[in-house]
């Protein structure tokens, strides 16, 4: 059973950078497509990245295009998401998911199509 375990969460000033990582245990998570998801106080969950298995796509939220980037690391078998000149609005806590590449080889932004889920790692931008 895949287990994904996120962490790098902090808080880290406006104009500052994080890297989140997802470390996969139990599956190779080059087989899965990966989608990093975030949820503030008081507000829905939204999708933030994705990767597409063995690569084949990514996708970035408007909000997060030029400053995030969303990578994996085979040999780790971990994916990361770079965030770089963090905004306030950034604040959350993210999620990382994944879906088999069987059922979903591209990036498709609905939570409720990802299965399996981390605990979440808390994001707070602030001065």
């Known amino acids: 059973q895949l287990q994904l375990v996120e962490s790098g969460g902090g808080l880290v000033q406006p104009g500052g950078s994080l890297r989140l990582s997802c470390a996969g245990y139990?599956?190779?998570?080059?087989?899965?497509?990966i989608g990093w998801f975030r949820q503030a106080p008081g507000k829905e969950r939204e999708g933030v990245s994705c990767?597409?298995?063995?690569?084949?796509?990514?996708y970035y939220a408007d909000s997060v295009k030029g400053r995030f980037t969303i990578s994996r690391d085979n040999a780790k078998n971990t994916v990361y998401l770079q965030m770089n000149s963090l905004k306030s609005e950034d604040t959350a806590v993210y999620y990382c998911?994944?879906?088999?590449?069987?059922?979903?080889?591209?990036?498709?932004?609905?939570?409720?199509?990802?299965?399996?889920w981390g605990q979440g790692t808390q994001v707070t931008v602030s001065s």
């Open positions: 998911a994944a879906v088999p590449q069987a059922i979903q080889a591209m990036c498709v932004m609905t939570a409720g199509g990802f299965g399996s």
């Open positions: 990767i597409g298995s063995s690569d084949r796509s990514t």
């Open positions: 139990g599956l190779t998570l080059d087989y899965y497509t």
